[in-house]
């Protein structure tokens, strides 16, 4: 079992409709999470930061972490489509080389 | 302030050779990570270094290595490489090691 697991997609959307993401996990040490966004043959952008349980707003753009159901969750309000990219979940543990465990991305289409 | 800078952008190698990836983190940041995505994939940790001593490593046998120099910039080492190493490497960068790390435009290599 992989530590990280993301629906791969592909998932696409009507302009203007609320994107769901999600990402569940196996490690209960892990205490940081992260949402990054990649456009094709680029490299990861840091969307969204979050430490432990609870929610985060920013602009469109809001995370949700369940630590007691190891579930993380990103939504995107008035999709737009610049939003088009893949979304990566990462997470890490706040102990020795801070190393990243990524899922494999879900690939989003936004359809003008 | 520019991002984290990574050279070359793109690298074609045959199996057996030897190939030489560089990254120069954001101004002022100490830690760098390298980490291989395949196609269709996230991220997979292989190093982490700060203050020019390695901090983590990843799964990835002893053909990988890396070091980082007294700038902080830092260099990817893969030797007799397989078809399997075609991939994009990433390299982030980060104030210290737990810091949010923020990633380069990462380097496509193709192995034939």
């Known amino acids: 079992q992989k530590e990280v697991e993301q629906d791969p997609g592909p998932l696409s959307v009507p302009e203007g409709a609320i994107v769901s993401l999600n990402c569940t996990y196996s490690n209960s040490a892990f205490q940081y999470f992260m949402w990054y966004r990649q456009y094709s043959r680029k490299g990861p952008e840091l969307l969204m930061y979050?430490?432990?349980?609870g929610n985060k707003e920013d602009g469109r753009f809001t995370a949700q972490v369940d630590k007691s159901s190891k579930y993380i969750s990103l939504f995107i309000r008035d999709s737009q489509p610049s939003d088009s990219a893949t979304y990566l979940c990462a997470m890490t543990q706040p102990t020795g080389a801070n190393n990243l465990f990524f899922g494999t991305g879900t690939r989003l289409t936004i359809i003008p | 302030d520019a991002g984290v800078t990574q050279s070359p952008t793109h690298l074609i190698k045959t199996r057996g050779q030897h190939v030489t990836l560089r990254c120069s983190p954001i101004s002022g940041h100490k830690s760098v990570s390298w980490y291989q995505q395949v196609l269709g994939q996230g991220p997979q940790f292989i190093f982490q270094y700060y203050e020019k001593e390695e901090r983590g490593r990843g799964n990835f046998p002893d053909r990988f290595s890396a070091r980082q120099f007294p700038n902080y910039s830092s260099e990817l080492n893969v030797n007799a490489l397989l078809l399997g190493d075609s991939a994009l490497y990433l390299c982030?960068?980060?104030?210290?090691?737990?810091?949010?790390?923020?990633f380069g435009p990462g380097t496509r290599l193709t192995v034939l």
């Open positions: 982030a960068s980060s104030l210290a090691p737990t810091d949010t790390q923020y």
């Open positions: 979050t430490y432990s349980s």
